[in-house]
T-cell receptor, first 115, second 115 residues
Framework: AQKITQTQPGMFVQEKEAVTLDCTYDTSDPSYGLFWYKQPSSGEMIFLIYQGSYDQQNATEGRYSLNFQKARKSANLVISASQLGDSAMYFCAMRGGYNTDKLIFGTGTRLQVFP | ETGVTQTPRHLVMGMTNKKSLKCEQHLGHNAMYWYKQSAKKPLELMFVYNFKEQTENNSVPSRFSPECPNSSHLFLHLHTLQPEDSALYLC??????????????FGPGTRLLVL
C-alpha cells in the first residue's frame, strides 16, 4: 500500500530564512511521482512542484526545491527566502505507476512565517 | 487562478435540504475529481471521472451523487446530509487519468456546513 508521512504538524520560520518541510513515502511501485501543494487559509490547493522517481536531478521551481533521496524514500520541500505569504498548510502527495489514478496525500504541515 | 472554479464558495444547509456543488475547469483536461477535506484528516478522494465516465467511487454514501455532463463540468448533488459531512469539498482536474506524472489542479473549494 502507498503511504505518505509528514511528521511535522507545524513549523515556524523567520522571514527571509530557508525552511525544510519533511515528507517520507512508502510504495512498491517502481515508478511514481511526488508532488507538493500549498493550501492557504482560503482553501485552494496550489500545485508547487513535481519530482519523478526516475528524475536524476532534484526538481526546482523558483524558491521551491525538492530534496529527493530515493534510497531513504524522502522528498523534502525546501523553501528559500521565506515570505510572509508562504504561511499556509503544505501537503506532500504521491501518485504511483501507470495503473494508479489515485493521488495519496499526507496530513500536512502548517508553516508560519514571522517577521 | 488555476483554471478550476467552484461555486458556491460557502454553503450552509439543513439536513433535509438538497443542494448542488458545481465545478468547472477551463484547462481542457479530461479527468475530474471530487475530494473531501475534513479537519485534521488527509484529503479523501470521493469520485473520479474520465471523459465523463465515472471510474472511481471511493465507498461514498449515496447521499452524495456526482454528475459529469461533459469534460469541463462536474457537479456534486447533496441530499439529506449529516453534520459530519461538514467539510471543505475540493474539485480537481488533470489532463489524463493515469500516469505518475499527471498533475492535478484544484479549485478553491466549497466550505460546507450541515446543521
Amino acid at each position: 500500500a502507498q503511504k505518505i508521512t509528514q511528521t511535522q504538524p507545524g513549523m515556524f520560520v523567520q522571514e527571509k530564512e530557508a525552511v525544510t518541510l519533511d515528507c517520507t513515502y512508502d510504495t512498491s511501485d517502481p515508478s511514481y511521482g511526488l508532488f507538493w501543494y500549498k493550501q492557504p487559509s482560503s482553501g485552494e490547493m496550489i500545485f508547487l512542484i513535481y519530482q519523478g522517481s526516475y528524475d536524476q536531478q532534484n526538481a526546482t521551481e523558483g524558491r521551491y526545491s525538492l530534496n529527493f533521496q530515493k534510497a531513504r524514500k524522502s522528498a523534502n520541500l525546501v523553501i528559500s527566502a521565506s515570505q510572509l505569504g508562504d504561511s499556509a498548510m503544505y501537503f506532500c502527495a504521491m501518485r504511483g505507476g501507470y495503473n494508479t489514478d489515485k493521488l495519496i496525500f499526507g496530513t500536512g504541515t502548517r508553516l508560519q512565517v514571522f517577521p | 487562478e488555476t483554471g478550476v472554479t467552484q461555486t458556491p464558495r460557502h454553503l450552509v444547509m439543513g439536513m433535509t435540504n438538497k443542494k448542488s456543488l458545481k465545478c468547472e475547469q477551463h484547462l481542457g483536461h479530461n479527468a475530474m475529481y471530487w475530494y473531501k477535506q475534513s479537519a485534521k484528516k488527509p484529503l479523501e478522494l470521493m469520485f473520479v471521472y474520465n471523459f465523463k465516465e465515472q471510474t472511481e467511487n471511493n465507498s461514498v454514501p449515496s447521499r452524495f451523487s456526482p454528475e459529469c455532463p461533459n469534460s469541463s463540468h462536474l457537479f456534486l448533488h447533496l441530499h439529506t446530509l449529516q453534520p459530519e459531512d461538514s467539510a471543505l469539498y475540493l474539485c480537481a482536474s488533470s489532463q489524463d487519468l493515469r500516469g505518475e506524472t499527471e498533475t492535478q489542479y484544484f479549485g478553491p473549494g466549497t466550505r460546507l456546513l450541515v446543521l
